[in-house]
T-cell receptor, first 112, second 107 residues
Framework: NAGVTQTPKFQVLKTGQSMTLQCAQD?????MYWYRQDPGMGLRLIYY???????DKGEVPNGYNVSRLNKREFSLRLESAAPSQTSVYFC???????????FGPGTRLTVL | KNEVEQSPQNLTAQEGEFITINCSYS?????LHWLQQHPGGGIVSLFM???GKKKHGRLIATINIQEKHSSLHITASHPRDSAVYIC?????????FGTGTSLTVIP
């Protein structure tokens, strides 16, 4: 089992460019999450999906869109990247909403 | 406004010492999590608690719902325990995280 995988591992964008961060899990989990981690601020929830076809905004959703393509995959899209979106992005999954979460390795994104 | 506060922010201990990390939260919660973030950046879940106490090996986590407080204890600390320990709470449709406690265990 690969657990939770994320691609890419690193990405550099110019302001205004768009990109999609991919996340997949092979644990048959219902819930999936996208977080960002910034120095001194801890992890913050961007979006959450309780099941295929459903998504909910987290604490910091502005500037992002998500898509729960199927039970395995949950993607995060930046339509027009801004320097404030420079961060490390983590995807996670859990069996149910408040259960133990399994994290992907993270994507380090820099927006110039 | 921080829904989750951890203390201390930084902690240095000698190998073998008993360590306590504290977490206080201000919202009604459905569950509390303790996470470990390795120096390389990977995040691993240690505990999920909704009441009482849990123990895994040398790690013990407790929660007091009435006082909105949780503690993570490490007995007989070891250099491999050096990491950032993060407290997180699930509340409604949100998850809130503390900024972490950076632990260094010196041989």
């Amino acid at each position: 089992n690969a657990g939770v995988t994320q691609t890419p591992k690193f990405q550099v964008l110019k302001t205004g460019q768009s990109m999609t961060l991919q996340c997949a899990q092979d644990m048959n989990h219902n819930s999936m999450y996208w977080y960002r981690q910034d120095p001194g601020m801890g992890l913050r929830l961007i979006y959450y999906s309780a099941s295929e076809g459903t998504t909910d905004k987290g604490e910091v959703p502005n500037g992002y869109n998500v898509s729960r393509l199927n039970k395995r995959e949950f993607s995060l899209r930046l339509e027009s990247a801004a320097p404030s979106q420079t961060s490390v992005y983590f995807c996670a999954s859990s069996g149910q909403k408040y259960n133990e979460q399994f994290f992907g390795p993270g994507t380090r994104l820099t927006v110039l | 406004k921080n829904e989750v506060e951890q203390s201390p922010q930084n902690l240095t201990a000698q190998e073998g010492e008993f360590i306590t990390i504290n977490c206080s939260y201000s919202v009604g919660i459905s569950a509390l999590h303790w996470l470990q973030q390795h120096p390389g950046g990977g995040i691993v879940s240690l505990f999920m608690l909704s009441s009482g106490k849990k123990k895994h090996g040398r790690l013990i986590a407790t929660i007091n719902i009435q006082e909105k407080h949780s503690s993570l204890h490490i007995t007989a600390s070891h250099p491999r325990d050096s990491a950032v320990y993060i407290c997180a709470v699930g509340a409604g449709n949100q998850f809130y995280f503390g900024t972490g406690t950076s632990l260094t265990v010196i041989p």
